[in-house]
Each structure stands twice: as structure tokens, then as C-alpha cells.
């Protein structure tokens, strides 16, 4: 979407190269880590609703499981520090990823606790909160176990009632077994580096809030479209100071906002790699440029090298 509003799509390849199925505005690809924007926004309206405070410890929140320190101990790690990954959790050696279709379920409390090779390390914060930024996946699975507590009901469900019902989507959610047998059809199958089909076509991913989300790129376009209304103070659903919360830099690590990073000036971006496919967006908060770039292979490389980073640049197009 450009300065002046106007909207466009373009989209090539396929869907389902082994069907011969094109992508098209009714493909839904993997989001990725562009999960986390959308975790920060629900949990930033959670607090709207002065059912948490992002200053209080998650702890304060938890209660069938809790965040400990490395000696065992209650952390005092706040809401906000694990939504800006400064929180000192860390993930396993190569976790949050391999799983497949017809595995074995894995519960959040199997992530949490490290049992299984998804994550085989227990979610602990590991240094003092603030002292330093790690990128965390598992960080995110703890937001996921608190949201469930504080809504008492499924992650995907508390989302959906708080933020894609209300802005009309019909493409977008989380993919429970449950949302991904009814959007089945539409899910874009996923190749990995080598462009071979994943087997299953996509990933079962337990970890919703840090990289479970599936939309098209019209819909996260709403999202994005939406989150800069509230920057401005022109949005219904999300409160003017919770968009600037997420979107402000934090003291001493000034790339990272809540859930979201900071590309240059006046600028946010989210990131979503996965298995299955690569993704970004970037919004510019002043002019309201908003670029989304959705795919469903992962290409071994990063936005920059793929050439993802460059397209919404270059374009600030749909594609």
C-alpha cells in the first residue's frame, strides 16, 4: 500500500507445485514469526482491559506453570522484557522446527518443560532481564501459557475473539489441529531449501504465539493498516499509547520494539522464516507505506540475501 492509500497485488508461482495449483488472493501462506506482532498487539490489549500489566512479572499471571531462574527460584521477568526478547530465555539447540504431520502431539507444557527434541531445553530465564537481548521462540510459548490462563480457553480462540474477528478476517489464525482441518484446502504446501515438498505439505507448529499464524497477505495487510490507525489515534480496536508501546524502541537495544523490530526511521518491521516458507513486513509509521511480502519455500538464506527484503524496499506492493 503506497503513501496515498492505493492498494495492489501481484503473485506468482505456485501454491501446490505438485497440482499445479497457483497462488492466489484465496492462498493463506505461513506467517512465521510474524506471530509475535500479533501476540504483542493481543497481550497489549489484554491490558487495555486491565486484565495484566506488561511491568508485572509473567509470573504474577502463571499459575499451572511457572517461569523459574537457573536456581530455581520464581524469575522476576516482566511481561514486557519476554514481548522484546530481553527477558534471558533462551531456545535448545536447533528447536522450533522438524516437526511433522502424524508425529506425536506435543503440548506447550512439553516445550516449556524441554522434553522433547522440539525444544530440549527448559524454558528458564537464564540471565537477569534487560542484561541482554535473546531472540526466543520459547519466550513467546510462555506468553502463549499466559494468555491461556488469563482468557481460560485456547490461545488461537482469545486471538481470534479479540483481534481477527473484530477486523473482519476470514483468512487468518492460528493453526490448532483444529484450524488447520477447516483451512486445509487453502494452505499453501511448504518447500524447504532444497524445494522439495515438506512432507505433510506444512509443519505442525505447537509454538502458536512465536510462529503459528497463516494469513493471506491482504489480510495482514488489515492488520498492519490497523496497528498504524492506532499509532495516529484513528483505531477502534487498539488504544493509541498500546501502538506506541509496541512500537518504541527499547532502552539499550533500540532495534526492538514489543513482538516488532525497527528498520530505519520511522520505520517497523516483522520477519517470519520458517521451514516452510519466508515472509516480511515493514510499515512506515509516518507516511503509511505498508509493504507485505509472503512466500511458502524456504530459501536457506536470509530476507536480504533472499531478495524478500529488497521486493518490499523497492515496491511497498502486496505480494
Given at each position: 500500500?503506497?503513501a496515498?492509500?492505493?492498494?495492489?497485488?501481484?503473485?506468482?508461482?505456485?501454491?501446490?507445485?505438485?497440482?499445479?495449483?497457483?497462488?492466489d488472493?484465496?492462498?493463506?501462506?505461513?506467517?512465521?514469526?510474524?506471530?509475535?506482532?500479533?501476540?504483542?498487539i493481543?497481550i497489549?490489549?489484554?491490558?487495555?482491559?486491565?486484565?495484566?500489566?506488561?511491568?508485572?512479572?509473567?509470573n504474577?499471571?502463571?499459575?499451572?506453570?511457572?517461569?523459574?531462574?537457573?536456581?530455581?527460584?520464581?524469575?522476576d521477568?516482566?511481561?514486557?522484557?519476554?514481548?522484546?526478547?530481553?527477558?534471558?530465555?533462551?531456545?535448545?539447540?536447533?528447536?522450533?522446527?522438524?516437526?511433522?504431520?502424524g508425529?506425536?502431539?506435543?503440548?506447550?507444557?512439553?516445550?516449556?518443560?524441554?522434553?522433547?527434541?522440539?525444544?530440549?531445553?527448559?524454558?528458564?530465564?537464564?540471565?537477569?532481564?534487560?542484561?541482554?537481548f535473546?531472540?526466543?521462540?520459547?519466550?513467546?510459548?510462555?506468553?502463549?501459557?499466559?494468555?491461556?490462563?488469563?482468557?481460560?480457553?485456547?490461545?488461537?480462540?482469545?486471538?481470534?475473539?479479540?483481534?481477527?474477528?473484530?477486523?473482519?478476517?476470514?483468512?487468518?489464525?492460528?493453526?490448532?489441529?483444529?484450524?488447520?482441518?477447516?483451512?486445509?484446502?487453502?494452505?499453501?504446501?511448504?518447500?524447504d531449501?532444497?524445494?522439495?515438498?515438506?512432507?505433510?505439505?506444512?509443519?505442525?507448529?505447537?509454538?502458536?504465539?512465536?510462529s503459528?499464524?497463516?494469513?493471506t497477505?491482504e489480510?495482514?495487510?488489515?492488520?498492519?493498516?490497523?496497528?498504524?490507525?492506532?499509532?495516529?489515534?484513528?483505531?477502534?480496536?487498539?488504544?493509541?499509547?498500546?501502538?506506541?508501546?509496541?512500537?518504541?524502541?527499547?532502552?539499550?537495544?533500540?532495534?526492538?520494539?514489543?513482538?516488532i523490530?525497527?528498520?530505519?526511521?520511522?520505520?517497523?518491521?516483522?520477519?517470519?522464516?520458517?521451514?516452510?516458507?519466508?515472509c516480511?513486513?515493514?510499515?512506515?509509521?509516518?507516511?503509511?507505506?505498508?509493504?507485505?511480502?509472503?512466500?511458502?519455500?524456504?530459501?536457506g538464506?536470509d530476507?536480504?540475501?533472499?531478495?524478500?527484503?529488497w521486493?518490499?524496499?523497492t515496491?511497498?506492493?502486496?505480494?
Amino acid at each position: 500500500m503506497d503513501a496515498g492509500g492505493k492498494e495492489s497485488a501481484e503473485y506468482y508461482g505456485f501454491a501446490d507445485q505438485e497440482n499445479h495449483v497457483p497462488t492466489d488472493g484465496n492462498t493463506i501462506f505461513p506467517a512465521c514469526s510474524i506471530s509475535k506482532f500479533t501476540t504483542a498487539i493481543c497481550i497489549l490489549k489484554l491490558q487495555e482491559q486491565k486484565l495484566l500489566d506488561i511491568d508485572m512479572p509473567a509470573n504474577q499471571y502463571l499459575r499451572k506453570w511457572k517461569l523459574l531462574a537457573v536456581d530455581g527460584t520464581e524469575s522476576d521477568a516482566s511481561v514486557r522484557s519476554i514481548l522484546c526478547h530481553t527477558a534471558g530465555i533462551m531456545d535448545g539447540e536447533e528447536a522450533f522446527c522438524g516437526l511433522r504431520r502424524g508425529d506425536p502431539e506435543i503440548r506447550l507444557t512439553d516445550i516449556l518443560e524441554g522434553r522433547t527434541s522440539y525444544n530440549n531445553r527448559p524454558v528458564r530465564a537464564e540471565k537477569p532481564q534487560g542484561t541482554v537481548f535473546e531472540y526466543s521462540d520459547a519466550g513467546y510459548c510462555v506468553l502463549q501459557q499466559l494468555v491461556q490462563e488469563i482468557g481460560h480457553k485456547a490461545f488461537e480462540d482469545i486471538v481470534r475473539e479479540r483481534l481477527f474477528d473484530p477486523l473482519g478476517l476470514k483468512s487468518t489464525f492460528f493453526a490448532s489441529s483444529e484450524n488447520t482441518a477447516h483451512f486445509e484446502s487453502r494452505m499453501a504446501a511448504g518447500y524447504d531449501d532444497n524445494g522439495l515438498l515438506i512432507p505433510g505439505r506444512f509443519p505442525p507448529v505447537p509454538d502458536l504465539a512465536a510462529s503459528g499464524l497463516w494469513s493471506t497477505p491482504e489480510e495482514l495487510l488489515v492488520i498492519a493498516k490497523e496497528f498504524l490507525a492506532a499509532l495516529h489515534g484513528e483505531s477502534p480496536l487498539l488504544q493509541a499509547e498500546s501502538a506506541r508501546e509496541i512500537a518504541r524502541p527499547v532502552k539499550d537495544f533500540p532495534w526492538t520494539g514489543l513482538g516488532i523490530f525497527t528498520g530505519g526511521e520511522d520505520t517497523l518491521v516483522s520477519r517470519g522464516w520458517g521451514e516452510n516458507g519466508q515472509c516480511l513486513m515493514k510499515m512506515n509509521c509516518r507516511s503509511k507505506e505498508i509493504s507485505v511480502v509472503m512466500t511458502n519455500r524456504n530459501p536457506g538464506v536470509d530476507q536480504a540475501e533472499s531478495g524478500i527484503e529488497w521486493l518490499a524496499d523497492t515496491r511497498f506492493t502486496i505480494q
